[in-house]
């Protein structure tokens, strides 16, 4: 059974740091994208950061210079630093796995939350 286990998630001030981690269990993923969204009450579910299998990284523009995907595939990891957090940074956090199409992924986590106090 495929699993992604998120972690690292809690309450940090603004201005803050948080490192989220991920871990996959079940099969690899090194062939795979592996990516990061997250979604606040009341809105959609965004991408926030997204790691090819070549680690070529892509970022949604409200976290750029802030947030910085990584991927270990010995580990079977992907990690999301997360730096300068702000309140508007608030949301549950979900890993993905394996790339369908450019919206649709093949295996999520559960979520982790991540409050950012002002």
């Known amino acids: 059974q495929v699993q992604l286990v998120e972690s690292g998630g809690g309450l940090v001030q603004a201005g803050g740091s948080l490192r989220l981690s991920c871990a996959a269990s079940g099969r690899t993923f090194s062939g795979s994208a592996m990516g990061w969204y997250r979604q606040s009450p009341g809105k959609q579910r965004e991408l926030v950061a997204e790691?090819?299998?070549?680690?070529?990284?892509n970022y949604a523009d409200s976290v750029k210079g802030r947030f910085t995907i990584s991927r270990d595939n010995a580990k079977k990891t992907v990690y999301l630093q997360m730096n300068s957090l702000k309140p508007e940074d608030t949301a549950v956090y979900y890993c993905?796995?394996?790339?369908?199409?450019?919206?649709?992924?093949?295996?999520w986590g559960q979520g982790t939350q991540v409050t950012v106090s002002s």
């Open positions: 993905t796995a394996d790339k369908k199409s450019k919206t649709t992924w093949n295996y």
């Open positions: 790691i090819t299998m070549f680690s070529i990284t």
